[in-house]
Structures are given as C-alpha cells and as structure tokens.
T-cell receptor
Framework: GAGVSQSPSNKVTEKGKDVELRCDPI?????LYWYRQSLGQGLEFLIY????????KSGLPSDRFSAERTGGSVSTLTIQRTQQEDSAVYLC?????????????FGEGSWLTVV | DQQVKQNSPSLSVQEGRISILNCDYT??????FLWYKKYPAEGPTFLIS?????DKNEDGRFTVFLNKSAKHLSLHIVPSQPGDSAVYFC??????????????FGKGTHLIIQP
C-alpha cells in the first residue's frame, strides 16, 4: 500500500497475556519508529530502526517491551505480560532516512486495551 | 518534566475566523519544530515545520511563528474550516538529535471549528 500499515487496528487482551503488533512501513523507507499515545498524553517515543543498524531502544518503558524488524521492512512490537497501564494506541511511523528534516509518516495505530 | 507544552487541551473557533494554537518549550537546544495534525482513529500527519533560523514559515492557510527568546511557537490557521477540526501536536527536536527519535511531542490541542 501507499502508506504505513498497522495491524491489528484494535486489540483487547487480558492482563498478563502477550501481544504482538505489526507494522508495514512505506516501501523504500529505511527508518521505522514506534510511538505510543496513552490517554491524555502526548506521543511517546519507544524505539527506532535505521537500516541494518542496531535499533535505538532508549524509549522502551520496560523489559516487557521488545521490537524487531525483519529484512529491513516489517516490524513487530511485542509486549509481554501486559499490564493495564500498557493500554494505549501504538503508532508506527517511517521516514525515508533517519534525518530531522525527513517527513515522518504515521500509520493509523493499533489500539490496545488491557482488561 | 515536560519539555514541550501545549497548555490548552482544547480550543473552539468559529468557522472563517483565525485559529491560534500555542506551544511552549523549555529546552534551549531545540532547533527544529513541527506541527502534526491528527484525526480520530488515524495516525498523525505532518502539517508544517520551522527551523530556528527563521521566525515564520507559511504554507497556504497555515503559518507557524517562532519566538526563540520566549521559547514559544504558534500555529495560525486562517481562515479556519470545519475540516481543520482535529488534534494538533507540537513537536521539537534538538541539534544533537536526528530523526524522529529526537522528536519531543506536546500533549496536543483539540481544535474544534464551529459552523
């Protein structure tokens, strides 16, 4: 597709279960980012991937969160042993390069509700 | 400690009038500022940006003003249209940061355009 694609669009899970969120970036974009937006909060940076370099995981809130990017394209964000405070919309974004001035394109988000 | 602040969670403006969205920042290292627009159930989309070497950038109905001494920027929309109703996020980036991982977002302002 032409834009960043995320799945699932909505996920309700029980506390303690693991969830996987998927992101398909725009074709040809080498940089991929995960953000999350909790209720009443701004966009919180989680992790980014640039080409084949090691990802910058500095924004991940705990070791229950991990992400991988296979083949420089699709990325999966995994949350283990989900907690209620993990409820948020998880946004994936991509840009042509990992540069300030490159426009970042966001997906529509995966809405996660932990009950 | 919020480095980017949007102190108005919501703003209501009559159609045809000017909408002014404000953003304050505390980090003097920020040198690049962006505005993103977000409709419900969609990811944010890039709207307009400004570098710290400028104090104004205009794109159609949208103008961003930067006051570095006051660490303040504002987005003006003239004239406001019903389709402008959305949440607007202010974001900032520091010289040492590159790419979207260096972006710090505000909490957003929900703009409502009244017919």
């Amino acid at each position: 597709g032409a834009g960043v694609s995320q799945s699932p669009s909505n996920k309700v899970t029980e506390k303690g279960k693991d969830v996987e969120l998927r992101c398909d970036p725009i074709s040809g974009h080498t940089a991929l980012y995960w953000y999350r937006q909790s209720l009443g909060q701004g966009l919180e940076f989680l992790i980014y991937f640039q080409g084949n370099s090691a990802p910058d995981k500095s924004g991940l809130p705990s070791d229950r969160f991990s992400a991988e990017r296979t083949g420089g394209s699709v990325s999966t964000l995994t949350i283990q042993r989900t907690q209620q405070e993990d409820s948020a919309v998880y946004l994936c974004a991509s840009s042509l390069r990992h540069k300030n001035r490159d426009t970042i394109y966001f997906g529509e988000g995966s809405w996660l509700t932990v009950v | 400690d919020q480095q980017v602040k949007q102190n108005s969670p919501s703003l209501s403006v009559q159609e045809g009038r000017i909408s002014i969205l404000n953003c304050d920042y505390t980090n003097s290292m920020f040198d690049y500022f962006l505005w993103y627009k977000k409709y419900p159930a969609e990811g944010p989309t890039f709207l307009i940006s400004i570098s710290s070497i400028k104090d104004k950038n205009e794109d159609g109905r949208f103008t961003v003003f930067l006051n570095k001494s006051a660490k303040h920027l504002s987005l003006h929309i003239v004239p406001s249209q019903p389709g402008d109703s959305a949440v607007y996020f202010c974001a900032a980036s520091a010289r040492s940061g590159g790419g979207a991982d260096g972006l710090t977002f505000g909490k957003g302002t929900h703009l409502i355009i009244q017919p």
